[in-house]
């Protein structure tokens, strides 16, 4: 029987240590990880492996239930596969092991609580978003380029002395960026031109 630990992060800003060290100080005898999302359809190349690894009588451990997936569909899916597998799946921390009949019971509910949350976070977040919208708030990005910063690249553009390359870039802007603000009426030859 081996025991293989799971670690997972969304980004590359997170660090994987801490779960690194727990899994191994927990018994595992191998970790995968991977860093991306744990929704369905993701890529998640060392989950792969680690399943194609698993054999009877083999556990899965990782720290928390959400390493392992987003959707209670998801995480009942993955409970039936090792079940059927003969695969104990142990989160450390509920102190989870479904190698038991009442830690598969506690894993289910915990897997439809987990998902329940994440639709609360959700609602919760397009509520706040349509409470701002409602008071005048626009969400999104902050608009890169002020009306001041227009104006003044518009003014230079007018003059005629500068490239609109060394235009954005004196605004801090792409050109791209620089175009969508300006009223360049159709004289976009001037970059050739000038350039």
């Known amino acids: 029987m081996a025991i293989l630990g799971y670690a997972r992060v969304?980004?590359?800003?997170?660090?994987?240590?801490?779960?690194?060290?727990?899994?191994?100080?927990?018994?595992a005898e191998r970790v995968y990880?991977?860093?991306?999302?744990?929704?369905k359809g993701a890529l998640r190349p060392q989950w792969d492996e680690l399943l194609r690894s698993l054999r009877s009588g083999d556990a899965l451990m990782v720290t928390e239930l959400s390493r392992l997936g987003r959707s209670t569909s998801q995480l009942s899916a993955l409970a039936d596969d090792l079940s059927e597998r003969k695969i104990a799946l142990r989160i450390l921390n509920l102190g989870i092991d479904t190698g038991t009949p009442s830690g598969r019971l506690v894993y289910s509910i915990i897997a439809a609580v987990a998902e329940m949350e994440r639709d609360l976070l959700i609602e919760r977040t397009n509520s706040g978003l349509a409470a701002s919208r409602a008071r005048g708030r626009k969400g999104g990005r902050k608009r890169e380029f002020s009306p001041a910063a227009v104006r003044k690249?518009?003014?230079r553009y007018d003059r005629g002395d500068l490239s609109v390359s060394e235009i954005a870039r004196l605004a801090g802007v792409s050109r791209q960026t620089l175009y969508r603000y300006l009223d360049v009426a159709g004289d976009r030859n001037r970059e050739t031109t000038s350039a």
């Open 33 to 39: 990880s991977d860093i991306g999302s744990g929704k």
């Open 153 to 155: 690249a518009q003014e």
């Open 10 to 27: 969304s980004t590359n800003d997170q660090s994987l240590d801490r779960q690194l060290d727990e899994l191994i100080t927990a018994g």
